[in-house]
């Protein structure tokens, strides 16, 4: 069974650099196609070199009396894969749409604009939903909150109204599926998170 209209849906709330100044590159020999870029920054009067790091994710070890089954995961890579481009696509969409309503003056020019992107995004992207397993909507719900920092009910009822918002909640409850379930990076989806970060590195 498929969670086309409703994902349809959370498509449709679909969501929202700094210069370096006195670099200097530094070629390491362990790693000879990397490079660091080091700052001059100031501190008390004295001129030093820092260097800015991204932010590192720590995940608990899995407990040695755990039985890894490959085969999960390698599963569970595919279908992040599958539906990560759709929660980046919905937050790009999000940002688009917030930017367009700002400028609209009253609210009939709002819901008639959102109106008309929805039917756009039917028309785009019903195909790849009818093609989408309810494991893959469940991440794509979880990734969707990672990306907008909002839940798919959250972002429906902001967009479509409260029934609106009741009524796809109980249909994807019908599924198995919750549109209000939060992503957990330290917890449940550590493991995702972790597939996420490679595939982000270019690595998966």
Do not use: C
């Amino acid at each position: 069974m498929k969670l086309t209209v409703s994902i349809s849906l959370i498509l449709i709330a679909g969501s929202t650099a700094a210069g370096q100044k006195d670099t200097l590159r530094h070629k390491t020999d362990s790693l000879p196609d990397r490079f660091y870029v080091l700052q001059k920054v100031d501190r008390n009067g004295e001129t030093l070199p820092e260097i800015e790091i991204k932010e590192v994710l720590i995940v608990g070890k899995r407990k040695p009396s755990a039985t890894f089954q490959y085969w999960k995961y390698e599963r569970l890579v595919y279908n992040v894969k599958r539906v990560y481009p759709y929660a980046l696509l919905v937050r790009k969409k999000l940002n688009d749409v917030n930017s367009k309503l700002e400028a609209m003056k009253s609210d009939k020019e709002r819901k008639d604009y959102i109106r008309q992107f929805e039917k756009q995004i039917f028309k785009d992207y019903e195909g790849d939903m009818q093609e989408m397993t309810i494991t893959q909507g469940r991440i794509l719900i979880k990734l969707i909150d990672r990306e907008t920092e909002n839940t798919s009910y959250d972002l429906i009822r902001e967009y479509r109204g409260k029934i609106t918002a009741a009524f796809w909640q109980g249909i994807a409850r019908i599924f198995g599926t919750n549109l209000k379930d939060e992503y957990d990076p330290y917890g449940g989806d550590a493991v995702i998170e972790k597939i996420i970060q490679e595939i982000d590195a270019g690595r998966l």
